[in-house]
């Protein structure tokens, strides 16, 4: 009842049309959810997440839940995930992605699932690293471990998005170090990111995980632009 009281005087609206939720919607309505670009190419190895990084890097897996497109109900989501301190849209897509994962045997060796990094400085400002419930969702369905410490970025960056792909690459790795190495060691990672654009932050990322002895490599992201 107190939940419900709250409803009336709170009540919860779908983060992409602002219309209001109902009992059994959450986050997204259901008009809004079976919109979405649903990508579904964790059923093709061979997919446009995989080919972005043909020749970079060396992929077990890759993966996207969506595509985004500007002005739609993707960029909608991300922006109020990083932006608007609403957390709990990483563990909606995360619950999603993890249960799309786990029906996959090609995933089902992963051992371990790490987050893309973020700097303490920004860590603080937005109070969060907004792939964790993302990555803590998948690494549940999936049954391995969600690992946060071996993967650090050690100085804040000013925003990539102008910089091309060589330039962000190594600006991005310079500011990662690894740690806890043997934790790693001969495991298989899944490397989950907010958004894939030209690759290069999961290529900066993944250079450095293979630092490690004996590591495999894999890739999910929430969406990857069109």
């Given at each position: 009842m107190f939940h419900d009281f709250i409803n009336i005087?709170?009540?919860?609206?779908?983060?992409?049309?602002?219309?209001?939720?109902?009992?059994?919607?959450?986050?997204?309505?259901?008009?809004?959810?079976?919109?979405l670009p649903v990508t579904n190419y964790q059923q093709d190895n061979d997919n446009p997440v995989k080919k972005v990084f043909y020749g970079r890097i060396k992929l077990?897996?890759?993966?996207?839940?969506?595509?985004?497109r500007k002005k739609a109900g993707v960029q909608q989501l991300i922006h109020d995930l990083k932006y608007r301190g609403h957390k709990e849209i990483g563990i909606f897509l995360g619950k999603w992605m993890g249960e799309e994962?786990?029906?996959?045997?090609?995933?089902?060796?992963?051992?371990?699932?790490?987050?893309?990094?973020?700097?303490q400085k920004k860590l603080k400002t937005r109070g969060?690293?907004?792939?964790?419930?993302?990555?803590r969702e998948i690494a549940k369905a999936l049954k391995a471990e969600y690992c946060d410490d071996i993967l650090l970025k050690t100085t804040a960056s000013t925003t990539q998005t102008l910089k091309n792909r060589i330039s962000r690459?190594?600006?991005?790795?310079?500011?990662?170090?690894?740690?806890?190495?043997?934790?790693?060691e001969n495991k298989h990672i899944l490397l989950t990111d907010d958004l894939i654009t030209t690759g290069a932050t999961i290529e900066a990322c993944a250079h450095k995980l293979y630092e490690i002895k004996g590591v495999k490599l894999s890739v999910a992201a929430m969406a990857i632009t069109s």
């Open positions: 005087l709170y009540p919860s609206v779908c983060h992409i049309c602002s219309t209001e939720l109902l009992k059994n919607e959450n986050i997204i309505c259901t008009s809004c959810l079976h919109d077990e897996h890759a993966t996207a839940l969506l595509q985004f994962l786990a029906k996959n045997e090609i995933f089902q060796t992963v051992h371990m699932v790490i987050p893309v990094p973020l700097h969060y690293n907004q792939v964790e419930g993302f990555a690459w190594g600006k991005i790795e310079e500011s990662l170090i690894i740690q806890k190495t043997q934790q790693a």
